[in-house]
């Protein structure tokens, strides 16, 4: 009869114990309190603030706190505090204050923190895993457009393309290096490079991408978005028309264009097998980049299309022309010029590559041979 009463009145303690402490959902600074001029916490704060589960003994009036097989085990009234076996000093002894085990918050929150290491919860953007395998992607090469005596298009208040894709071009470079991808530039300031010599530096540098920045004109002076161009032979009139735009840079270089032709059979065969095989990771970059700019800006998305760029033919690696917007528009040419609007476009941009690069990564090339 004894024992049952015994057994009865820890039970009714055990219980009344174990449940009133989760009740106090409070954060450990906010429940602090004096008494006879030290720092207190309520235990239940302890428990909660560090997720641990908790044992009391009513009759030993002892308290078990426990997290991952280390333990700390409180006495009421008693100054020191058993540490994974361990005596450790408390400033002050463990007191019950209006039915609460209350704890010296010193030393739950020097102590404990240090037995129970809380989950690292950091507010700062969480960078994924760089992947190492073999379809990294590690160098891209941008290409900004035209240069020195080759102005590209010109806008009717004289805004030139090649100025406005240089800005463009540099602004991406920094973002992309943040991003931890080499980017390299085929140039950097304002001077003259051949169609056929831009993608032969992406080649040389074995870049992962090639991606050629333009803006469009047209003879309509209405036409504007944006628009990402891979290399195919099947082309609809407007890709035509771009295409033959951006290849007219050709007239400022008619010498060099025979070095750029493939010396043998043998050679023009490679390259077109090589360019099948890039052409579908190369319409899936110019998707996430033509995407990317017309969403977060709000441009016309005029869609991804195949032409004939020279400047895309020699690439050895998925490859793009970016069109970000018209000249010839009067409107958007002044968005163009606009610095705020160019930083926009090019997070835009940015953002769209590094999409295609964590897909790429992770089907392993889309559809690359092992
Ligand atoms: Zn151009």
Redesign the pocket.
């Known amino acids: 009869m004894k024992k049952l009463t015994y057994l009865l009145i820890i039970i009714f303690f055990i219980s009344g114990c174990a449940t009133a402490p989760r009740k106090e959902a409070v954060s450990f600074g906010g429940v602090t309190r004096s008494i006879n001029g030290v720092g207190y916490v309520p235990a239940s704060a302890v428990i909660q603030s560090y997720n641990a589960n908790h044992t009391w003994d009513p009759i030993a009036r002892k308290l078990i706190i426990e997290k991952n097989g280390r333990e700390a085990i409180f006495c009421v009234g008693a100054d020191a505090a058993l540490i994974n076996n361990s005596i450790k000093k408390m400033p002050a002894a463990v007191k019950m204050d209006s039915g609460k085990i209350m704890i010296p918050a010193s030393f739950a929150s020097l102590v404990l923190k240090e037995l129970f290491p809380p989950p690292i919860i950091s507010t700062r953007r969480k960078r994924p895993i760089p992947y190492k395998g073999k379809y990294a992607i590690r160098t891209i090469v941008i290409d900004p457009?035209?240069g020195g005596r080759d102005p590209?298009?010109i806008s009717s208040i004289g805004i030139k393309?090649k100025d406005i894709v240089l800005s463009i071009s540099k602004r991406l470079k920094s973002y992309l290096q943040k991003e931890g991808i080499k980017t390299i530039l085929t140039r950097d300031n304002d001077r003259f490079i051949s169609l056929w010599r831009r993608s032969h530096i992406a080649n040389e540098n074995n870049a992962d991408f090639f991606i050629s920045i333009?803006?469009n004109a047209s003879r309509t002076k209405y036409v504007n978005g944006v628009e990402v161009f891979y290399l195919s032979e099947a082309v609809d009139d407007f890709a035509r028309a771009t295409a033959a735009a951006?290849n007219a840079a050709l007239q400022y270089e008619s010498s060099s264009f025979n070095k750029f032709k493939p010396k043998s059979a043998v050679a023009a065969t490679l390259g077109d097998m090589l360019s099948d095989e890039n052409r579908r990771e190369s319409i899936e970059l110019a998707k996430c980049i033509g995407g990317g700019m017309s969403k977060s800006l709000s441009l016309r998305d005029r869609g991804v299309k195949g032409a004939r760029f020279y400047v895309l033919k020699g690439a050895q690696m998925p490859s793009v022309v970016v069109e970000v917007g018209f000249l010839s528009n009067r409107k958007e040419a002044m968005k163009l010029k606009d610095k705020n609007f160019q930083q926009r476009l090019t997070k835009a941009i940015a953002d769209g590559i590094v999409l295609y690069k964590h897909r790429y990564e992770k089907t392993d090339g889309f559809t690359r041979p092992r």
Do not use: I, S, T, Y
């Open positions: 457009g035209h590209g298009a393309e333009h803006a951006e």
